[in-house]
DNA sequence: ACGTTTGATGACAGTGACTGACATCGATCG
DNA sequence: CGATCGATGTCAGTCACTGTCATCAAACGT
């Protein structure tokens, strides 16, 4: 048994989690989550640069997932069909977690800075896989625009699914959404 | 002749952008920019919401010419058409201020905080589009998709008009953009 | 076994963004 | 000419976040 009790950070992030679902984000100090997660306000701060970053502890995992698969999908796939590899394995990732999800977004959606942070989280995963085709040869901006066009159909199937009530999964929408863009964009 | 200077928010935001530019956005303090302008940090506050949103004065402007441009696409226009008529217009209203833009970049890109409220604004602007589209008989999620698509296409084309030295216009480049999306998407 | 070092935490003072409440005063209205 | 208004100033206060030093159990080396 060390001094402390263990699991620090989830301690924190799970105190963070509740108090903003409990009383909103802004009306949340962060001395209140140390309080609840049994430590102080110096020791938060030692684990999150700051009182949005409790909420996305995860956002490194998405990232190495979505890169590995974008990186792993055939040679000859094209830069769209390897996005949509990626967009698998996200929507794998987040299958048996979607209760967990939707407190999470139902926080963030409530406060301006957290979506904020929520859309820098996305536009850092965006310029992930953007590097990742690159390497697997695509040109820019074919490179950028497929990324980002990925990241539009994960965040329009994320919400869908996260509204809807479990009918379809994650995939399966993101899969609808990205055949959707290709029919708007009309393309060769 | 009021009793004070007129024009108190374009001091401030001038103020601002040249501290942010001179010394950094983190290194300047609201005191300094109130100083400069010849006001006091209060008032500051009073015209802008926080240190960031000085530098976004022209969003709203952005917002109603795009959404202006997309709405009166002629009714035969498919959801890409419309949008890229938005680009159109954002790019025309760029177009004579490329040294502004520039130097606005600079200061946001360098911190990123300031990229954060720059990709909240985008988002919002996306939003709008959206909700445009829908106006016009678009369904979802073919007008997020849509929306989103577009704001990837300006983004893009956007950061390379501010790399390069004027050879082509926004307006070009967000075009040579929406071709590659289509490439890239290959669609219907 | 025992002194040393290490690493996570606590304690505390300080800065700066942001807010609420009240005072000021030239301009405007009746 | 007095009442009102609107933009600003003044000031106190909260809270996010940081730097610094103290503490102390555990791991380590001898």
């Known amino acids: ?20 679902s409990e009383r909103g984000y802004e009306q949340t100090t962060v001395a209140e989550i140390a309080r609840r997660a049994g430590l102080t306000e110096r020791t938060f701060f030692r684990h999150y640069a700051d009182k949005r970053e409790v909420l996305f502890d995860g956002s490194e995992e998405l990232r190495a997932l979505f890169v590995t698969a974008v990186a792993g999908a055939p040679g000859s796939a094209t830069p769209i069909d390897a996005m949509a590899a990626g967009l698998e394995a996200a929507g794998d990732l987040f299958h048996d977690r979607r209760p967990f999800a939707r407190q999470r977004y139902a926080v ?13 989280k996305l536009a850092s995963l965006s310029t992930a896989i953007a590097e990742t085709l690159r390497d697997r040869g695509v040109e820019e901006p074919a490179a950028s625009l497929t990324a980002e066009a990925g990241m539009a159909v994960f965040k329009v199937g994320f919400e869908r699914w996260i509204a809807e009530n479990g009918e379809r999964t994650l995939s399966a929408l993101m899969r609808e959404c990205l055949s959707e863009l290709r029919n708007v964009t009309g393309g060769a």
Do not use: H, S
Not at 1 to 13: D, I, K, V
Not at 108 to 120: K, M, P, S, V, W
């Open 1 to 20: 048994m060390g001094r402390w009790e263990p699991n620090t950070r989830q301690r924190l992030a799970k105190a963070a989690l509740e108090l903003y």
């Open 108 to 120: 963030i959606d409530a406060n301006a800075e957290l979506r904020e942070r929520e859309l820098i």
